[in-house]
C-alpha cells in the first residue's frame, strides 16, 4: 500500500516548570526563556516547515544517481562499414541553401516539402555500457529521431531554390538527457541478461520510463497535421515549417499507449449507379 506524506507544521518550547508554583496556578503561564527571542526576532511567526515526501524523493533520486554513476561507464557504439550512413550528424539551427544539385528539377515538378525521419544520436553516437552486470547496448537504428527536410520553392522567373534543414523531434526523454547535458538512460536491448534487467530497473526507477522515445521511424500526415512516430510512444506533432516539435498526439486524450509507425493512407469511394 503506497503511503502519502504531507507538510507538517511544527512550533514548540521547552520550559521547565517552577517547583513552588501549582500546576493549577494562573503563574504556571510563564514567556518563553530569553534564548529564544533572538529566534523569534529573526522568522517572526515563521513556522518550522518539512516537506518529508520531497525530501525522501530527492535523497532517492541522488543515490540511483551516484550509483549509476559509478557503476554503469557509457562508451560509443562502433558502427559497421555498411552502417556508415547512419553516423549522428549536427543540427543545423536554420534552413540552409542546397548549392549543388546533379541533374536537373523537371519543370512540371511541383513546390513543397519532402520531409523524413531517421536515427540520429546525440552526445556523439549510440552508447553501451559496461557495468557490474555485465555489458547492454542498444541496436543501430535505436537513435533518437531527426527530422530531415528539403524544401522546393520556385521563383517567378521559373528557377528553383532548395533549401534543407534537420532538427531532433524533442521527446520527453529527449529533453530529460538534454537538461542533464549527458547520456542518461541505460540501454536496454542487447547484451548480458543482468544488465539488461538492471537496465530496465534503473531506468524506470530514475525516469519512470524503461526505454527512451525515439520518433524515428515515420512521418504522416492526419486532418492537415503532421506526426513524427516510432513503435515505443505515441506521435509527435511537428509543424514542417520549422521542424519544431509541438506537442505529444494522444488522440484527443483517447490514446495513451504506442502507436503504429506504418500508418496506411485509405482512399474511399462511392459509387452510384445510375438508372
Known amino acids: 500500500m503506497a503511503t502519502s506524506y504531507k507538510p507538517f507544521i511544527s512550533n514548540c518550547f521547552i520550559q521547565r516548570r517552577p517547583s513552588h508554583v501549582s500546576q493549577k496556578s494562573h503563574h504556571f503561564n510563564l514567556p518563553p526563556f530569553p534564548a529564544f527571542k533572538p529566534l523569534k526576532k529573526i522568522l517572526p511567526g515563521l513556522p518550522l516547515l518539512i516537506d518529508v515526501q520531497k525530501t525522501m524523493t530527492d535523497a532517492a533520486a541522488k543515490l540511483l544517481e551516484a550509483f549509476v554513476d559509478s557503476f554503469f561507464e557509457f562508451v560509443d557504439q562502433p558502427?559497421?562499414?555498411?552502417q556508415s550512413n547512419f553516423a549522428p550528424v549536427e543540427e543545423l539551427g536554420e534552413a540552409i541553401l542546397v548549392t549543388s544539385i546533379q541533374g536537373s528539377?523537371?519543370?512540371?515538378?511541383?513546390?513543397?516539402?519532402?520531409?523524413?525521419?531517421?536515427?540520429?544520436?546525440?552526445?556523439?553516437?549510440?552508447?553501451?555500457?559496461?557495468?557490474?552486470?555485465?555489458?547492454?547496448?542498444?541496436?543501430?537504428?535505436?537513435?533518437?529521431?531527426?527530422?530531415?527536410?528539403?524544401?522546393?520553392?520556385?521563383?517567378?522567373?521559373?528557377?528553383?531554390?532548395?533549401?534543407?534543414?534537420?532538427?531532433?523531434?524533442?521527446?520527453?526523454?529527449?529533453?530529460?538527457?538534454?537538461?542533464?547535458?549527458?547520456?542518461?538512460?541505460?540501454?536496454?536491448?542487447?547484451?548480458?541478461?543482468?544488465?539488461?534487467?538492471?537496465?530496465?530497473?534503473?531506468?524506470?526507477?530514475?525516469?519512470?520510463?524503461?526505454?527512451?522515445?525515439?520518433s524515428?521511424?515515420?512521418?504522416?500526415?492526419?486532418?492537415?497535421?503532421?506526426?513524427?512516430?516510432?513503435?515505443?510512444?505515441?506521435?509527435?506533432?511537428?509543424?514542417?515549417?520549422?521542424?519544431?516539435?509541438?506537442r505529444n498526439w494522444n488522440v484527443n486524450e483517447a490514446w495513451d499507449r504506442p502507436f503504429t509507425s506504418h500508418p496506411k493512407v485509405f482512399l474511399c469511394m462511392h459509387i452510384t449507379k445510375s438508372v
Open 79 to 82: 558502427l559497421l562499414p555498411s
Open 216 to 246: 524515428n521511424t515515420n512521418v504522416f500526415e492526419h486532418s492537415g497535421k503532421f506526426y513524427s512516430v516510432a513503435e515505443n510512444h505515441i506521435p509527435q506533432e511537428i509543424d514542417i515549417f520549422t521542424l519544431k516539435t509541438v
Open 105 to 214: 528539377i523537371p519543370d512540371d515538378f511541383p513546390e513543397g516539402v519532402y520531409i523524413r525521419n531517421g536515427p540520429n544520436p546525440v552526445f556523439g553516437g549510440l552508447k553501451s555500457t559496461n557495468s557490474i552486470f555485465g555489458r547492454s547496448s542498444h541496436i543501430w537504428v535505436e537513435g533518437e529521431g531527426m527530422l530531415h527536410a528539403i524544401y522546393f520553392k520556385r521563383s517567378s522567373q521559373g528557377s528553383w531554390k532548395v533549401l534543407y534543414n534537420n532538427k531532433h523531434v524533442e521527446t520527453d526523454t529527449y529533453k530529460i538527457e538534454k537538461q542533464l547535458s549527458k547520456p542518461s538512460f541505460l540501454p536496454a536491448i542487447e547484451g548480458d541478461s543482468l544488465a539488461i534487467l538492471s537496465a530496465y530497473l534503473l531506468n524506470w526507477l530514475r525516469f519512470g520510463k524503461v526505454n527512451k522515445y525515439i
